[in-house]
Every structure is written in structure tokens, then in C-alpha cells.
């Protein structure tokens, strides 16, 4: 029978929001082969424990209760991209942007140091 991690290692004593029920353990073996499975029940659960020799190691998290827990939402990388873009715009003179144009149509190489 495998040994119970301590209290104090145990990820059940925190519950945030998004929780569903008992964390699922599977080992990372398991988890390595397979994946998908893991993702569908940390999705459904909200967190699967991934437990080398029967300890837990790293916790597979839903997005629902990592927002949670980083009190946040996660980023949208394209929408990041785009405002980036944007404010690289906005700071962009068009003598720096024809600079920039003429320095990449030469073909220049930078030294290297």
C-alpha cells in the first residue's frame, strides 16, 4: 500500500475556487504516457497531482483554478502581440520607421564583437 504524504505536502489543504473535489494523483510515468487523460481530469477536477515514488512533485492545474490562485486571468498572447505592436507604433517617428526600412533593405550585417 502506498504511503500517505504528509499533512503539510498534501494538496488538498488548499481549495481555491474551481476546485472539484479530491485532487487525482497519477504518477508522472502515467502522465507521460498518458497525457491527454491527465489534462481531461485536471480540467474536470481542477488539479491532478503528478506523485514521483509516491510523493507529489508538480501539480497539473486548470486554467479556472490557476487564475484563481493567481488572482488574474491568463494573458491572450495574441491580443499582448497586437498592443505591443501598437505601442511600437505610436513611438515610431516616420524618419525612424524609413530608417529601419532602409537599414533591413540593405542587407547590412551586424559585427559581431
Known amino acids: 500500500m502506498p504511503r500517505k504524504p ?4 498534501s494538496p ?15 504518477s508522472s510515468t502515467d502522465v507521460k504516457n ?7 481530469e485536471a480540467e474536470r477536477r481542477g488539479v491532478v497531482v503528478v506523485t514521483r515514488h509516491d510523493r507529489p512533485q508538480v501539480v497539473l492545474v486548470s486554467v479556472g483554478v490557476f487564475e484563481a490562485l493567481a ?3 491568463l494573458v ?12 511600437v507604433g505610436q513611438m515610431q517617428t516616420p524618419a ?3 530608417a529601419v526600412d532602409t537599414l533591413f533593405a540593405s542587407g547590412a550585417q551586424l559585427e559581431s564583437r
Open 34 to 40: 498518458r497525457f491527454g487523460e491527465a489534462v481531461a
Open 96 to 98: 525612424q520607421a524609413q
Open 76 to 87: 491572450d498572447l495574441g491580443a499582448l502581440e497586437l498592443a505591443f505592436a501598437a505601442r
Open 71 to 73: 488572482g488574474t486571468p
Open 6 to 9: 504528509p499533512p503539510s505536502s
Open 12 to 26: 488538498d489543504r488548499l481549495a481555491p475556487s474551481g476546485w472539484h473535489g479530491p485532487a487525482m494523483r497519477m
